[in-house]
Nanobody, 126 residues
Framework: QVQLVESGGGQVQPGSSLRLSCAAS????????LGWFRQAVGKEREFVAA????????FYADSVKGRFTISRDRAKSTLSLQMNSLKPEDTAVYYC???????????????????WGQGTQVTVSD
């Protein structure tokens, strides 16, 4: 049984940093892309960042490029998202996700992913 368990959310002030983690278990992710989506209240779920578990590229939404960094530690089976220079518009529930065999053109499509975590709240406010 695949499990994706997020942690690290919280409430911070604008300009601050947070690091999200996702513990991935239950199968080999060798042919998978793992990533992060977010969903703000009243909005659709949107792509944030993704990376191929076995290497071969990272992908970012334009809104977070240069501020967020996605990384994975295969030995610890952990996916991370370092978020710097946070803005109020980054406020959302952040979800860890995994999808098999994703090509680059589908990496930002939520319905292309097979597994989802329960989400962790990130709130950026004064």
């Amino acid at each position: 049984q695949v499990q994706l368990v997020e942690s690290g959310g919280g409430q911070v002030q604008p300009g601050s940093s947070l690091r999200l983690s996702c513990a991935a278990s239950g199968r080999s992710f060798a042919n998978y892309a793992l990533g992060w989506f977010r969903q703000a209240v009243g909005k659709e779920r949107e792509f944030v960042a993704a990376t191929r578990w076995s290497g071969g590229g990272t992908f970012y939404a334009d809104s977070v490029k240069g501020r967020f960094t996605i990384s994975r530690d295969r030995a610890k089976s952990t996916l991370s998202l370092q978020m710097n220079s946070l803005k109020p518009e980054d406020t959302a529930v952040y979800y860890c996700t995994a999808g098999s065999g994703l090509i680059a053109s589908r990496i930002a499509w939520a319905d292309a992913y097979d597994y989802w975590g329960q989400g962790t709240q990130v709130t950026v406010s004064d």
